[in-house]
């Protein structure tokens, strides 16, 4: 077509409604022009000339130019199909494109998916073929859906855009047919996408007169289609992940006949010419991973190197470098480089470049791999390579980077930051301990008919001691009171409310219980046994006299269970409450992490039967082949087994040990990663292993658990002859063996007893009973009781509840009805003393339906991890926050503790009670101040990101929403360089605002890749009391659950002497749209006349985006009076 109006892009634009019955055929695009020409002017939208005409309504917010994004090889298999131009008949639509001007694109927003294809400039056929979008969901030989745009003209009522789903199949992708998706060939449905009986499903439009380098002018056709429609009526795409696409034409046929080798189809019509779209949920989240890259010469090579700032779900990455020859990227090692599995907060990669020279420019591409195996490209990076000056060389680094070509190193490593043990630790635990029982003497002299009670704490399965002396005081009578009651049973001991039998010492002097831990709980080990002035259960005797012993110990199957918990892997677990911590991985095939050594104890294997070994396994990664993982597991040098499996779902690999294998103590298990041919790149981690074995029935450490096989049961090994055997195949009914025979054997004793096959038992010495973990009182509270109120609820572990009660006082005198509860009454009214966050959530729900006045605002005092048996060692998990699954992995959601909303839920991430008391004077004096920065509105942005979202212009659309007198205060990038934005932005917070707005990319510890605003800036601000609100839509800025972390969110809460008066924003991964629209919701009820509430304004705006808002989390008092 020719230019109009003397410019070299030309706007057209045509409204109707295909598949109408009257709607007119127009046969030209001037025809349409020239009916509608009044659309034309009101198209301001399209005003960069663009010739358009769209079919099924007028949809008028199409993605901007720089929101599509290019299906080339990056994303998939897909190459961009080259078809020479004018080889088929003129009315044939041929599908063109080049690594310069791709044939395909893929874009969304909050409401459409969106499909660009490229086609020869063909005026005529555009309107007489049917155009196909086929996709592929199960990666097989055929499509199994397509959009088609039926633009066949002989049989007006079928043009249109319609959802087809494959009717027949001749074994590959251009032997196909589709059919509507009511299961007709030759009807509509009343529901499909063709622009009658509904509207606002789909839509078509041409944008013609586009021009390329190699192909002259072309023409987009780009269909529009509605994720709520695709919802509803194509599910199983919905879901799928990742899309593989092709293009198809029909030349002069409508859209029911069957494609053949005369259709155009892109990359050939094979499997192969399709394309991973790696579209989920319309968007791509907002997170940091990339913030540097670099490139330097050293000893003579090019040493490529970046860093990223987060890795969430992160597998590994491709280095691409661009071939300027060919204007195409190739990868620089075939390699995928691993990313830090153990260092979710980044690290620093540096891989040697083969290819490149020094003192040459280099652009550079890289592609994040995901362990779903979605893929993700930044940059380009035009670097140029000097030398690098004072650095070590290639060899002298050695390690990595000498052996393989790249190294990695983790920005902190997990295990470099674990506090030290206070040097008055005893002294601290003595004085909560006085605390704790003068608490409980208040408490029961407060609460009339209230019982003291004593709770015993254990944490591993054994026999354990309680003296009368120790519980006599904690009972509140005295110890030779108590006696006689132990010996007659007039104490009882329950455990998870189930009485427990338990055995009283020679005298009364204590009693005996058999303990184990928590069963099954990701939350804790610690299981709590309570004792009460009640009558209890005593131990029964059964009979174990024996007329004689055998002469050795016999064996007994025992089964030795090995895990260690080094690496939190909630990027590949979709289940809350599933054990998500990993012992180490394996990469496939690297020389260095390729195989892997585990320790297995096998005390006093017998080595006489076969053996078997359960090896625990989980999949990091998702590739096309299937399976994808393949696992060799050798025993001590010796190979005993395979396996294989697919995806990230998890692997159990059974395999037998024959006795000569397994050797009494310590064995080696060796897991080694194979890549099997075809799969690009497989990655794993090592879970646990459980070993069943025969075991010599023989004391470890003078003690024995086991299970007897014979009618005679003999253990030998004990130090002592004072040997107590106990029948606890009951675990809350043991019984005591009584008549069991006990002999010295050399040096050590032998018991033996008449035994039941099948039943456990257990034998230890005096010096195998062990000490409970805690011996304390209870301090009785009663909140279950309907005629509580309470406004405002502060939750708060023992050592935090001064801070908590200075809060709650605070509150108290401005009118609200304020409340202090003690995390650990939760747990005994709502889950029997043990800790687990669910309890939370019980007392929270309990308390808004039934209490008298039940509660708008929770406080959580005291930061919460999702390391909740401190296995890294930090010891910040204080009052534990509940996780939600996403598509990204597990996140912390404090919104869950009242998932049907009307709660304000607030933070305070302190980890010592220092810091909580910092943080209630910061809310003090800032509901005290004021001044001119009450009027200040500070805003920032990211650069735009065309797959991602338009920050600056998001952005400015909310200052749309800023009302005077307020001034505003922007610094978005890249409206002014990074530098000067960080320092006008930090003198902006230091001369105090209101509101700071963030929307963009963010990482744990950042605003923006380059650092718009970092934790370290967070620390040296100097504001005092003139507090911001930050409101941060991004991603992870607010996961405060990162055991031994500061995450941005709280180190701007927590700064002395500044930072923020509260923080709003994700603890995952966030999608711009929604997050946007939570954003323009929050300002206008911030922004709304009258008084202000923090967590009011917070739970208004949530309701726009329900299930993103479950990510965002308020580090802050929610009953916070907005000063402005």
């Given at each position: 077509?020719?230019?109009?109006g003397?410019r070299?892009?030309?706007?057209r634009?045509l409204?109707?409604?295909?598949?109408?019955?009257s709607?007119?055929v127009?046969?030209?695009h001037h025809?349409r022009l020239?009916a509608?020409?009044?659309v034309l002017?009101?198209?301001?939208?399209?005003?960069?000339?663009t010739?358009?005409?769209?079919y099924?309504?007028?949809h008028?917010e199409?993605?901007?130019?720089a929101?599509?994004?290019?299906l080339?090889?990056?994303?998939g298999p897909?190459a961009?199909p080259?078809d020479?131009?004018?080889?088929?008949?003129?009315?044939r639509?041929?599908f063109?494109?080049?690594?310069?001007d791709p044939c395909?694109y893929?874009?969304?927003?909050?409401?459409?998916l969106y499909?660009?294809?490229?086609v020869?400039?063909?005026?005529?056929?555009?309107?007489?073929?049917?155009?196909?979008v086929m996709i592929?969901i199960?990666?097989?030989?055929t499509p199994?859906?397509?959009?088609?745009?039926?633009s066949?003209?002989?049989?007006?009522t079928?043009?249109?855009?319609e959802m087809?789903v494959?009717d027949?199949?001749?074994?590959?992708?251009?032997?196909?047919a589709?059919?509507?998706?009511d299961?007709?060939?030759?009807?509509?449905?009343?529901?499909d996408?063709?622009?009658a009986?509904?509207t606002?499903?789909?839509?078509v439009r041409?944008?013609d007169e586009?021009?390329t380098r190699?192909?002259?002018t072309?023409?987009?056709?780009d269909?529009?289609?509605?994720?709520?429609?695709?919802?509803?009526?194509a599910?199983?795409?919905?879901?799928?992940?990742?899309w593989?696409?092709a293009?198809?034409?029909?030349?002069?046929?409508d859209?029911?006949?069957?494609?053949?080798s005369?259709?155009?189809?892109a990359?050939?019509?094979?499997?192969?010419g399709?394309?991973?779209?790696?579209w989920?949920d319309g968007?791509y989240?907002?997170a940091?991973?990339?913030?540097?890259?670099?490139?330097?010469?050293q000893d003579?090579?090019?040493?490529?190197?970046?860093?990223?700032?987060?890795e969430?779900?992160?597998?590994g990455?491709y280095?691409?470098r661009?071939n300027?020859?060919?204007?195409?990227?190739q990868?620089v090692?075939g390699?995928?480089v691993?990313?830090?599995?153990q260092?979710?907060?980044?690290g620093?990669y540096r891989?040697v470049?083969?290819w490149a020279k020094p003192g040459e420019?280099?652009?550079?591409?890289?592609?994040?791999?995901?362990t779903?195996g979605r893929?993700r490209?930044?940059?380009p990076y035009?670097?140029?390579?000097?030398e690098?000056a004072?650095?070590?060389?290639?060899a002298?680094?050695g390690g990595?980077?000498a052996?393989?070509g790249?190294?990695?190193?983790?920005r902190?490593?997990?295990g470099?930051?674990a506090p030290?043990?206070p040097?008055?630790?005893p002294?601290?635990?003595?004085?909560?301990a006085?605390?704790?029982?003068?608490?409980a003497k208040t408490?029961?002299?407060a609460?009339?008919?209230?019982q003291?009670?004593?709770?015993?704490?254990?944490?591993e399965t054994?026999?354990?001691y309680?003296?009368?002396?120790?519980?006599?005081?904690l009972?509140?009578v005295a110890e030779n009171?108590?006696r006689?009651?132990?010996r007659?049973g007039?104490?009882?001991?329950?455990?998870q409310?189930?009485?427990v039998?338990?055995?009283?010492?020679a005298g009364?002097?204590?009693?005996?219980?058999?303990g184990?831990?928590?069963?099954?709980?990701i939350?804790?080990d610690a299981?709590?046994?309570?004792?009460?002035?009640?009558?209890g259960?005593?131990?029964?005797?059964?009979?174990?006299?024996?007329?004689?012993?055998d002469?050795?110990p016999?064996?007994?199957r025992e089964t030795?269970?090995?895990?260690v918990?080094?690496?939190p892997?909630t990027g590949?677990?979709?289940?809350?409450?599933a054990?998500f911590?990993?012992?180490?991985y394996?990469v496939?095939g690297?020389?260095?992490m390729?195989?892997?050594?585990f320790?297995?104890?096998?005390?006093d294997?017998a080595?006489t039967?076969?053996?078997?070994?359960?090896v625990?396994?989980k999949?990091?990664?998702?590739?096309?082949?299937?399976?994808d993982h393949?696992v060799?597991v050798s025993?001590n040098?010796?190979?005993?087994?395979e396996?294989?499996?697919d995806?990230?779902?998890?692997?159990?690999l059974?395999?037998?040990v024959?006795?000569p294998?397994?050797v009494?103590?310590?064995?080696?298990v060796t897991?080694?990663g194979?890549r099997?041919a075809?799969?690009p790149?497989?990655i794993f981690y090592?879970?646990s292993?459980?070993?069943?074995?025969?075991?010599l029935?023989r004391a470890a450490?003078d003690?024995?658990?086991?299970?007897a096989e014979?009618?005679v049961?003999a253990?030998?090994?004990?130090?002592?002859?004072?040997?107590l055997?106990?029948d606890?195949?009951?675990?809350?009914?043991?019984?005591?063996?009584?008549?069991?025979?006990?002999?010295?054997?050399e040096?050590l004793?032998r018991?033996?007893l008449?035994a039941s096959?099948g039943s456990?038992y257990?034998?230890v010495a005096?010096?195998?009973?062990k000490?409970?973990?805690s011996?304390?009182p209870d301090?009785?509270?009663?909140?279950?009781?309907?005629?509580n109120?309470a406004?405002?609820?502060v939750?708060?572990?023992?050592?935090f509840?001064?801070?908590?009660?200075?809060?709650?006082s605070?509150r108290r005198?401005?009118g609200?009805?304020?409340v202090?509860?003690d995390?650990e009454?939760i747990y005994d009214e709502?889950?029997?003393?043990?800790?687990?966050p669910?309890a939370?959530q019980?007392?929270l729900a309990?308390?808004?339906g039934?209490?008298?006045?039940?509660p708008?605002?929770?406080?959580l005092a005291g930061?919460?991890t999702?390391?909740?048996?401190?296995y890294?060692?930090?010891g910040?998990?204080l009052?534990?926050?509940l996780?939600?699954a996403t598509d990204?992995g597990?996140?912390?959601?404090d919104a869950?503790?009242?998932?049907?909303?009307?709660?304000a839920?607030?933070?305070l991430p302190?980890?010592t009670?220092?810091e909580?008391?910092?943080?209630?004077?910061k809310?003090?004096?800032y509901?005290?101040?004021?001044?001119?920065w009450?009027?200040?509105v500070v805003l920032a942005a990211?650069?735009?990101?065309?797959?991602?979202?338009n920050?600056?212009?998001d952005?400015?659309d909310?200052?749309?929403?800023?009302?005077a007198p307020y001034?505003?205060?922007?610094?978005?990038?890249?409206?002014m360089?990074?530098k000067?934005?960080r320092?006008?932005?930090?003198d902006?917070?230091?001369?105090?605002?209101?509101?700071?707005?963030y929307i963009?990319?963010?990482?744990?510890?950042r605003f923006?890749?380059g650092?718009?605003?970092?934790?370290?800036?967070?620390g040296?601000?100097?504001n005092g009391?003139?507090?911001?609100?930050?409101t941060?839509f991004t991603?992870?800025?607010?996961?405060?659950?990162?055991?031994?972390c500061?995450?941005?969110?709280?180190a701007?809460v927590l700064q002395?002497g500044g930072?923020?008066?509260?923080f709003?924003g994700?603890t995952g991964?966030?999608?711009n749209?929604p997050?946007k629209?939570?954003g323009?919701e929050?300002?206008?009820?911030?922004?709304?006349?009258?008084?202000?509430?923090l967590?009011d304004v917070?739970?208004?705006?949530?309701?726009?985006?329900?299930?993103?808002?479950?990510?965002?989390?308020?580090?802050g008092d929610p009953?916070?009076?907005?000063?402005?």
């Amino acid at each position: 077509m020719k230019p109009m109006g003397g410019r070299a892009w030309v706007v057209r634009a045509l409204m109707g409604r295909a598949g109408a019955a009257s709607s007119p055929v127009l046969g030209s695009h001037h025809a349409r022009l020239a009916a509608l020409a009044a659309v034309l002017l009101a198209m301001t939208s399209l005003s960069t000339g663009t010739e358009v005409a769209q079919y099924g309504g007028t949809h008028t917010e199409w993605p901007a130019e720089a929101q599509w994004v290019a299906l080339t090889q990056s994303s998939g298999p897909f190459a961009d199909p080259v078809d020479k131009r004018g080889t088929n008949p003129p009315s044939r639509i041929d599908f063109v494109g080049d690594a310069a001007d791709p044939c395909g694109y893929r874009a969304w927003d909050s409401s459409y998916l969106y499909v660009r294809v490229r086609v020869d400039e063909s005026p005529a056929a555009t309107y007489t073929d049917t155009i196909f979008v086929m996709i592929d969901i199960n990666n097989d030989s055929t499509p199994d859906y397509a959009f088609a745009w039926d633009s066949y003209t002989t049989i007006n009522t079928d043009r249109g855009l319609e959802m087809q789903v494959l009717d027949k199949s001749q074994g590959n992708w251009n032997t196909v047919a589709f059919k509507d998706v009511d299961g007709s060939a030759s009807s509509k449905l009343s529901s499909d996408i063709n622009g009658a009986g509904r509207t606002g499903d789909g839509y078509v439009r041409t944008v013609d007169e586009v021009p390329t380098r190699n192909f002259g002018t072309t023409t987009y056709v780009d269909f529009a289609i509605s994720r709520t429609y695709l919802q509803t009526y194509a599910p199983a795409l919905w879901a799928a992940t990742p899309w593989r696409i092709a293009f198809a034409a029909m030349p002069n046929k409508d859209d029911h006949g069957t494609l053949d080798s005369s259709g155009d189809i892109a990359g050939g019509g094979t499997p192969s010419g399709s394309t991973s779209i790696g579209w989920t949920d319309g968007a791509y989240p907002t997170a940091v991973a990339v913030c540097g890259f670099g490139a330097s010469a050293q000893d003579g090579r090019v040493v490529v190197e970046w860093e990223t700032a987060s890795e969430l779900g992160t597998a590994g990455f491709y280095l691409e470098r661009l071939n300027e020859a060919s204007g195409k990227y190739q990868r620089v090692i075939g390699e995928l480089v691993p990313a830090l599995l153990q260092s979710p907060e980044g690290g620093t990669y540096r891989l040697v470049d083969p290819w490149a020279k020094p003192g040459e420019t280099c652009t550079y591409r890289l592609v994040e791999v995901e362990t779903s195996g979605r893929e993700r490209s930044y940059g380009p990076y035009r670097v140029s390579v000097a030398e690098a000056a004072g650095s070590a060389g290639i060899a002298e680094a050695g390690g990595e980077l000498a052996a393989t070509g790249y190294s990695r190193k983790a920005r902190r490593g997990w295990g470099q930051r674990a506090p030290g043990v206070p040097a008055d630790e005893p002294g601290r635990r003595k004085g909560q301990a006085e605390a704790k029982a003068l608490r409980a003497k208040t408490a029961l002299a407060a609460l009339p008919g209230a019982q003291p009670a004593v709770k015993i704490t254990v944490g591993e399965t054994g026999l354990y001691y309680v003296s009368a002396a120790e519980i006599a005081p904690l009972l509140g009578v005295a110890e030779n009171g108590l006696r006689p009651q132990i010996r007659n049973g007039m104490l009882s001991l329950t455990c998870q409310g189930k009485a427990v039998r338990y055995l009283p010492a020679a005298g009364g002097t204590g009693l005996y219980f058999f303990g184990q831990p928590v069963p099954g709980s990701i939350y804790t080990d610690a299981n709590v046994y309570w004792l009460r002035h009640e009558r209890g259960l005593l131990m029964a005797a059964v009979g174990g006299s024996s007329a004689a012993a055998d002469a050795a110990p016999g064996t007994f199957r025992e089964t030795a269970h090995a895990e260690v918990n080094r690496y939190p892997a909630t990027g590949i677990f979709t289940d809350p409450e599933a054990d998500f911590w990993l012992w180490d991985y394996v990469v496939a095939g690297d020389p260095a992490m390729g195989s892997r050594t585990f320790r297995l104890a096998a005390p006093d294997a017998a080595g006489t039967c076969t053996a078997t070994l359960t090896v625990r396994l989980k999949g990091a990664t998702q590739t096309k082949m299937n399976p994808d993982h393949h696992v060799v597991v050798s025993l001590n040098g010796a190979p005993i087994g395979e396996g294989r499996w697919d995806g990230t779902e998890g692997c159990a690999l059974t395999l037998s040990v024959g006795p000569p294998l397994l050797v009494p103590g310590d064995n080696a298990v060796t897991v080694t990663g194979v890549r099997d041919a075809g799969v690009p790149y497989s990655i794993f981690y090592v879970d646990s292993f459980d070993l069943a074995y025969p075991r010599l029935c023989r004391a470890a450490n003078d003690s024995l658990l086991c299970r007897a096989e014979r009618e005679v049961l003999a253990i030998e090994g004990f130090s002592d002859p004072a040997i107590l055997v106990f029948d606890v195949t009951a675990p809350l009914e043991p019984a005591v063996v009584d008549g069991a025979m006990v002999e010295k054997v050399e040096n050590l004793y032998r018991v033996s007893l008449a035994a039941s096959a099948g039943s456990a038992y257990l034998a230890v010495a005096p010096a195998a009973v062990k000490t409970p973990a805690s011996v304390e009182p209870d301090v009785p509270s009663r909140l279950t009781w309907r005629g509580n109120q309470a406004d405002y609820v502060v939750v708060a572990p023992a050592g935090f509840l001064d801070g908590a009660e200075e809060l709650a006082s605070y509150r108290r005198g401005q009118g609200l009805k304020a409340v202090v509860v003690d995390l650990e009454d939760i747990y005994d009214e709502f889950n029997f003393g043990i800790a687990d966050p669910h309890a939370i959530q019980a007392f929270l729900a309990l308390a808004r339906g039934t209490w008298k006045t039940g509660p708008r605002y929770a406080v959580l005092a005291g930061n919460g991890t999702y390391d909740y048996k401190n296995y890294l060692g930090y010891g910040d998990n204080l009052v534990p926050p509940l996780m939600v699954a996403t598509d990204y992995g597990l996140f912390a959601a404090d919104a869950q503790f009242a998932p049907d909303g009307g709660l304000a839920i607030g933070r305070l991430p302190a980890a010592t009670a220092g810091e909580l008391s910092t943080l209630v004077g910061k809310i003090i004096a800032y509901e005290a101040a004021g001044g001119p920065w009450t009027k200040s509105v500070v805003l920032a942005a990211d650069l735009p990101d065309k797959n991602a979202g338009n920050f600056p212009q998001d952005s400015d659309d909310l200052s749309g929403l800023v009302p005077a007198p307020y001034a505003v205060s922007k610094f978005h990038l890249p409206q002014m360089p990074l530098k000067d934005a960080r320092a006008g932005l930090l003198d902006a917070l230091n001369r105090g605002a209101f509101l700071l707005n963030y929307i963009g990319h963010g990482g744990m510890d950042r605003f923006s890749s380059g650092g718009l605003l970092t934790v370290s800036d967070a620390g040296a601000l100097s504001n005092g009391s003139r507090l911001p609100v930050v409101t941060a839509f991004t991603c992870i800025a607010g996961r405060f659950e990162m055991p031994g972390c500061r995450c941005l969110g709280q180190a701007l809460v927590l700064q002395e002497g500044g930072g923020g008066i509260a923080f709003w924003g994700p603890t995952g991964m966030s999608e711009n749209a929604p997050a946007k629209g939570m954003g323009a919701e929050f300002f206008r009820h911030a922004f709304a006349p009258g008084p202000a509430v923090l967590g009011d304004v917070a739970l208004k705006a949530s309701v726009v985006s329900p299930q993103t808002a479950q990510l965002y989390e308020l580090l802050g008092d929610p009953a916070l009076r907005l000063r402005r």
